[in-house]
C-alpha cells in the first residue's frame, strides 16, 4: 500500500512538472476563467491588477459592471473594410459586434507583436470600398510600437493589384526552431515556476490567503508590488509605468521621435493603399484621474498637439478630460464600457465626418 | 534551480519519492541524474566545466592512489593545477587583466590581452574546492581512491550542497554514497524543519532586508551616515540568513535522503572573538583552509612572524575566494588584521600580567566588539567597489551627517525586520533544536512556519548571494 501511495505522488508531481514545461495552457486557462468554482482562475475575474497585487479593499467583478451610455452609430453611405490593430480585450467586443461600427462590412482584428509574437492573418484591401486602417494602443504600450512592429502589422496578401505592387510587406515566415533547441526549452523551461504557480494557485480557492497578505503588507509595511499603486482615497488601483505616466519627465525631442514615427506610419500605410489611416491613445488611468496628483508627464497632448504630427488622430484624451462618469476599472489597468463606447462613438463621429466630407 | 523556487519544491518531492523507492543500485544514478538536471536548469551549458573539473580529478584519485613517491606529488599538483585554471580562467582572468590593463593605463598605453565574455559558472568556487579536497585526501592516504566513476561525480555534484556548499570531506560523504539509507521518519521530520526554518530565514529575513540594504548602498552617495549604518548592520543579518538559509535546506534535503552534511554555521554572532567567529561562520570553508593551506604552510608551529604571515595569508586567500574584486580582498585584510591584533593585545595582557575577570558584562561587550568589528568588514563585502565602500564608512563616520533613518520601506517594515532580528537571536541561542517529538508538535510547527513564509515572505526570485562565488 505505502509502495502504490508513493508511486502516485512520483507520478502525479511528475506529470504536473512535465505539463508546467511543455502543457497545453491555453484549454487550462479557457477552463479556469469559464469556471465560477473555487477552482476556477483568480487572476482576471476582479481585473489584471487584482491578479498582480490582490488587495482586497479594491476589487471589482468586471464581469459584472454595464455600459452607461449608449452607442451613437450615424452610419456613412460608404462601405468599409476596417484594419484594427489594437490591444483591449474590449477590443473583442468591438470586433463581436460590428454593427455598432459605422458601415463597417469587414473587419481585420490585429495583434501587436508583443501580444502572440506572430504574424497576423493576411488582409485583403477591397478597392470597391474604403479602406481604414485604424491604430488603437494604450499610453503605457506606446513605446514598444517600434517601426519594426508597426510597418509589419498589416500582413497585405490579397491576390489583387495591391499585392502585386507591394509584394515585400509580405512577412518573413517564422525561423523555424531547431529540434535541440525546441528539446532544450522544454526541459529547461524558463518560465516553469510561473507555470507552476498558474497551475497550482491561480485558484480562487487561495484567494483569501492571496488577499490576506496583501492587505497585511499594505496596512502594515505599506508595500505592495512594485508594478501596482493605489490612488490616496483607496478606490482605484494603477500601473506603475514610469516611462508613459508619471515622474519620469518627457522632452520635446522623446515625443517628436514618437510624432516622426507616427508620420512615417501614416505615409507608409497610404502609399499601400489604405484610404484612411487613424491612431488612437488610450489614455493611461493616471492621465485622467488626477493627473496632477500623480505628476502625469502629459505624453499624449505634447504628441497630439505637435505642429508637425500628420497622422489623424482619433482624440479620446479631450473627450475622456472632459467626462465625469468612471471611465476604467478599479481593479484593472483598462478602461470599463463607459470608456470603451465613448472611444467608439468618437471612432464613429470622426469617421462619419471625414467620409462625409470626401 | 533555487531553494525558494516551486521548481525545486516538486523536485525535491519527486527525487525524495524515487530515492526511496528505488532498489540501492540504482539511487547513485538518480541523485547523479537529478543533480545534473538541478544544476543544468541554471545554465545547462555550464556542466561541461563540471564535468572536466570531475574527470581530471577522477583519474587523479586513481593514479595517486597507484603510484609512489615524486609521481604522487606530480599527480596531485596536475590535478590542483587543473582545478585552479579553471578558476583562474572563469573567476579571475577579467580581474587580473583589469589591474593589469590600469597599470598599463598609467603608462599611456593599452592592455595587450582580450578580456572573455564569459559569465562565472554557479557555485564554481564551492565544488572546485570539494573536488580538491578529494584529491588532497587521496595523496594524504586519508580517503581511498574512488573507483566509480558515477559515485565520485555525485560527490561532487550532490546537488543540495552542489552550488553553495557545505564544502564537504570525502571521508564524510562518499561513504555515505555506498551506504542504504532507508527511509528514518525521525530523519525525514528533522530534514523537513530545518528546511522549513531555511527557508524562513531566506524568505522573509534575508530578502526582507535586502530591500533595505539595496536601497541604502545604491543611494549610498546621497544617504545620511545613521541610514548607512543601519543598513549594514542589516546586510550583517541579511548575508547570515541567506547564507545559513541556503545551508540549512541543504542540510534539512540531504538528511531527509539519509545523509549527513557537515554544519555550516553554529550562531556566529554570538562570539565573543574573531577567531570565535570563524570558527562559528562557514565552517566548512574556514576548516577547509585551515586543512589545506593554513597548516601546510606551518600554521601556528613556526615563528611569531611566519605565523602572522601565515594567517593573513589564509584570509587574503579567503578574500579572493569570495570573488574577484579589491573588495574582497580588503575584507579579507581586515579579518587577517583582526586575528593578528587579537593576539599581539593577549601578548601584550599576558606581559603585564593582566586577565579581564570573567563576568557575563565583559562577554557581552566582547560580543558586541567582535560584532562591530565583523560589521565594520561586511561594509567592504557589500560595496560595489572600494571607493563606494570608502563613501560608506565616511559617512557612519561622520556623524554630521546623521538624520532621520531612510531605507527605502516605511517604519512598520523596519521595526518588524528588527523584531525579526532579535527573534532570530533569541531562537539561535536558545533553542538549536526545535521540539518535534509528537506529530502534533511537528505538523503544527511547520504549518505555522509554511504560512510565515507564504504571509511575510518576500517572493522576488532573489539568488542566494553565495550562489555567486
Redesign the interface.
Known amino acids: 500500500m505505502k509502495k502504490t501511495i508513493a508511486w502516485f505522488f512520483v507520478i502525479l508531481f511528475s506529470a504536473l512538472y512535465a505539463f508546467a514545461s511543455y502543457g497545453d495552457f491555453e484549454k487550462t486557462i479557457d477552463f479556469r476563467n469559464k469556471s465560477n468554482s473555487v477552482f476556477g482562475s483568480d487572476k482576471y475575474k476582479f481585473g489584471d491588477l487584482f491578479g498582480i497585487s490582490y488587495y482586497p479593499m479594491i476589487k471589482q467583478d468586471l464581469s459584472k459592471t454595464k455600459r452607461t451610455f449608449p452607442v451613437e452609430n450615424p452610419k456613412t453611405n460608404k462601405k468599409i473594410n476596417l484594419c484594427l490593430a489594437h490591444d483591449s480585450y474590449l477590443g473583442k467586443d468591438f470586433l463581436a459586434s460590428k454593427k455598432q461600427i459605422n458601415s463597417v462590412d469587414t473587419i481585420y482584428d490585429l495583434e501587436y507583436p508583443w501580444f502572440r509574437g506572430r504574424a497576423n492573418a493576411p488582409v485583403n484591401l477591397d478597392t470597391s470600398k474604403t479602406n481604414v486602417l485604424v491604430f488603437e494602443i494604450v499610453e503605457r504600450n506606446l513605446f514598444r510600437l517600434d517601426k519594426k512592429a508597426a510597418l509589419n502589422i498589416v500582413n497585405i496578401a490579397a491576390a489583387n493589384e495591391i499585392l502585386a505592387l507591394n509584394p515585400e510587406i509580405k512577412l518573413k515566415p517564422v525561423k523555424k526552431k531547431s529540434k535541440i533547441k525546441q528539446f532544450k526549452e522544454i526541459i529547461f523551461n524558463t518560465r516553469i515556476n510561473k507555470n507552476l504557480e498558474f497551475l497550482l494557485f491561480d485558484l480562487r480557492l487561495f484567494t483569501p490567503f492571496k488577499e490576506l497578505k496583501s492587505y497585511i503588507n499594505h496596512t502594515f509595511f505599506n508595500r505592495l508590488p512594485p508594478e501596482v499603486f493605489i490612488s490616496e482615497n483607496q478606490k482605484q488601483e494603477y500601473i506603475s509605468d514610469v516611462k508613459t505616466s508619471i515622474e519620469d519627465k518627457l522632452t520635446v525631442s522623446e515625443t517628436e521621435k514618437t510624432v516622426a514615427l507616427l508620420n512615417e506610419i501614416h505615409d507608409f500605410y497610404k502609399s499601400k493603399g489604405f484610404d484612411k489611416v487613424y491612431f488612437s491613445i488610450v489614455p493611461n488611468p493616471v492621465a485622467i484621474i488626477k493627473p496632477e496628483a500623480l505628476r502625469y508627464n502629459g505624453l499624449i497632448p505634447m504628441i497630439q498637439n505637435s505642429p508637425n504630427l500628420r497622422m489623424p488622430m482619433i482624440d479620446i484624451y479631450t473627450d475622456f478630460k472632459k467626462c465625469d462618469a468612471d471611465l476604467y476599472f478599479f481593479s484593472d489597468t483598462h478602461w470599463n464600457f463607459n470608456g470603451f463606447t465613448l472611444w467608439i462613438n468618437k471612432f464613429n463621429a470622426t469617421l462619419n465626418a471625414d467620409l462625409s466630407s470626401d | 534551480m533555487i531553494f525558494n523556487?516551486?521548481?525545486f519544491l516538486?523536485?525535491f518531492?519527486?527525487i525524495t519519492?524515487?530515492y526511496?523507492?528505488l532498489p540501492h543500485k540504482f539511487r547513485w544514478l538518480l541523485l547523479l541524474l537529478g543533480s545534473c538536471y538541478f544544476y543544468?536548469?541554471f545554465v545547462?551549458i555550464y556542466i561541461v566545466i563540471l564535468g572536466f573539473t570531475i574527470v581530471i580529478d577522477y583519474f587523479a584519485g586513481i593514479l595517486l592512489e597507484d603510484s609512489q613517491g615524486k609521481k604522487r606529488k606530480m599527480y596531485l599538483i596536475m590535478s590542483l593545477v587543473a582545478n585552479i585554471s579553471v578558476l583562474a580562467v572563469f573567476k579571475y582572468y577579467n580581474f587580473i587583466n583589469f589591474n593589469i590593463s590600469e597599470i598599463y593605463h598609467a603608462f599611456g598605453s593599452d592592455t595587450p590581452f582580450p578580456y572573455l565574455k564569459i559569465l562565472l559558472p554557479i557555485g564554481l568556487s564551492f565544488h572546485t574546492f570539494q573536488a580538491m579536497s578529494y584529491t588532497i585526501e587521496v595523496y594524504r592516504g586519508n580517503q581511498k581512491a574512488e573507483r566509480h566513476f558515477g559515485i565520485y561525480s555525485l560527490y561532487v555534484m550532490f546537488y543540495p550542497q552542489l552550488v553553495a556548499g557545505p564544502i564537504e570531506r570525502p571521508q564524510n560523504l562518499i561513504h555515505q554514497f555506498h551506504e542504504k539509507h532507508d527511509f528514518d521518519y525521525g530523519r525525514f521530520k528533522s530534514g523537513l524543519m530545518l528546511m522549513a526554518f531555511g527557508l524562513f530565514k531566506k524568505v522573509v529575513i534575508a530578502d526582507r532586508l535586502a530591500m533595505m540594504v539595496d536601497y541604502s548602498y545604491e543611494n549610498s552617495s546621497t544617504l545620511g551616515g545613521s541610514t548607512l549604518l543601519v543598513a549594514t548592520v542589516f546586510y550583517a543579518f541579511q548575508i547570515y540568513c541567506d547564507f545559513s538559509g541556503y545551508s540549512e535546506i541543504a542540510i534539512g534535503a540531504a538528511r531527509v535522503m539519509g545523509f549527513d552534511l557537515m554544519e555550516n554555521f553554529r550562531a556566529p554572532y554570538f562570539s565573543a572573538s574573531i577567531s570565535e567567529f570563524w570558527k562559528r561562520w562557514h565552517i566548512s570553508l574556514s576548516t577547509w583552509f585551515k586543512d589545506y593551506l593554513y597548516i601546510p604552510l606551518g600554521g601556528n608551529r613556526t615563528s611569531v612572524s611566519r605565523w602572522y604571515f601565515n594567517l593573513m595569508v589564509i584570509f587574503l586567500v579567503s578574500g579572493l575566494w569570495h570573488g574577484a574584486n579589491w573588495t574582497f580582498i580588503i575584507w579579507g585584510f581586515l579579518h587577517g588584521s583582526y586575528l593578528i591584533f587579537a593576539i599581539l593585545k593577549d601578548k601584550f595582557l599576558q606581559k603585564i600580567n593582566w586577565k579581564f575577570p570573567k563576568s557575563h558584562l565583559n562577554t557581552f561587550i566582547d560580543i558586541v566588539l567582535t560584532f562591530s568589528l565583523v560589521v565594520f568588514a561586511w561594509i567592504f563585502f557589500r560595496a560595489e567597489n572600494v571607493q563606494q565602500a570608502f563613501t560608506v564608512i565616511g559617512k557612519i563616520f561622520d556623524f554630521s551627517s546623521y538624520n532621520a533613518i531612510t531605507l527605502g520601506?516605511?517604519a512598520?517594515?523596519i521595526w518588524?525586520s528588527v523584531m525579526l532580528i532579535v527573534l532570530l537571536s533569541l531562537k539561535e541561542k536558545y533553542y538549536s533544536r526545535i521540539f518535534t517529538n509528537t506529530n502534533v508538535a511537528f505538523y503544527s510547527q511547520l504549518l505555522l512556519i509554511v504560512v510565515l513564509c507564504?504571509?511575510?515572505g518576500v517572493y522576488s526570485?532573489k539568488q542566494f548571494i553565495y550562489f555567486q562565488f
Request: charge should be negative.
Open positions: 523556487s516551486l521548481q516538486v523536485f518531492i519527486v519519492i524515487l526511496f523507492q543544468m536548469a545547462p520601506l516605511n512598520g517594515e518588524f507564504y504571509l511575510f526570485e
